[in-house]
């Protein structure tokens, strides 16, 4: 089954680190760009990053750019998101997501989430 | 940053009527705007990729239309599956945004 996976999340204080991780089984993620995006409770979809096949390119938004890191390890099938300075606006269920980049630009695929909690 | 606003926020329908939102982009995205269908605890879907295509497996009730800055996303006869968030998205930068989504209520 075509499938993402994510895991990590958790409840954190303000300032700590956090890695998530995201399974991709089904298809060969190397083939494929892939993202992040985030909701925070009761609110909207925020898009956090992306990263090219190759892990040569990446892109961030402004609000997490400095404090997260995108990586992914195509022999294990994974993608990863690395955060630190985590804040309360952090807060949120984050997706993984697989990129669809020939016909356009978008999200294909997509995890159920994980949800990370920063408070103190 | 592009901006991406929907309208409207909110609309509530009943079974069977047609519904059309709008998203507006703060510059010209040309054709790189997508939607995406979300319920309750559940992840976002892909509905419309490239401003007019048909995602497979998506119902032919939904299309998407526009270009530039102005797109809209219609649902032409509407099932009680479809009341859910709909958001827009650019993909013309390498930074993507979202629109704030338009929550589909019933009547």
């Known amino acids: 089954e075509v499938q993402l996976v994510e895991s990590g999340g958790g409840l954190v204080q303000p300032g700590d680190s956090l890695r998530l991780s995201c399974a991709a089984s089904?298809?060969?993620?190397?083939?494929?760009?892939m993202g992040w995006v985030r909701q925070a409770p009761g609110k909207g979809l925020e898009w956090v990053a992306n990263?090219?096949?190759?892990?040569?390119?990446?892109y961030y938004a402004d609000s997490v750019k400095g404090r997260f890191t995108i990586s992914r390890d195509n022999a294990k099938k994974s993608l990863y998101l690395q955060m630190s300075s985590l804040r309360a606006e952090d807060t949120a269920v984050y997706y993984c997501?697989?990129?669809?980049?020939?016909?356009?630009?978008?999200?294909?695929?997509w995890g159920r989430g994980t949800l990370v909690t920063v408070s103190s | 940053d592009i901006q991406m606003t929907q309208s409207p926020s909110s609309l509530s329908a009943s079974v069977g009527d047609r519904v059309a939102i709008t998203c507006r982009a703060s510059?010209?995205?040309?054709?790189?705007l997508n939607w995406y269908q979300q319920k309750p605890g559940e992840a976002p879907k892909l509905l419309i990729y490239?401003?007019?295509s048909l995602q497979s497996g998506v119902p032919s009730r939904f299309s998407g239309s526009g270009s530039r800055t102005d797109f809209t996303l219609t649902i032409s006869s509407l099932q009680p599956e479809d009341f859910a968030t709909y958001y827009c998205?650019?993909?013309?930068?390498?930074?993507?945004?979202f629109g704030q989504g338009t929550k589909v209520e019933i009547k």
């Open positions: 089904g298809f060969t993620i190397s083939s494929y760009w």
């Open positions: 490239s401003a007019s």
């Open positions: 990263i090219k096949q190759d892990g040569s390119e990446k």
């Open positions: 997501a697989r990129v669809i980049a020939t016909t356009g630009w978008y999200f294909d695929l």
């Open positions: 998205q650019q993909s013309y930068t390498s930074t993507w945004t």
């Open positions: 510059q010209n995205i040309i054709s790189y």
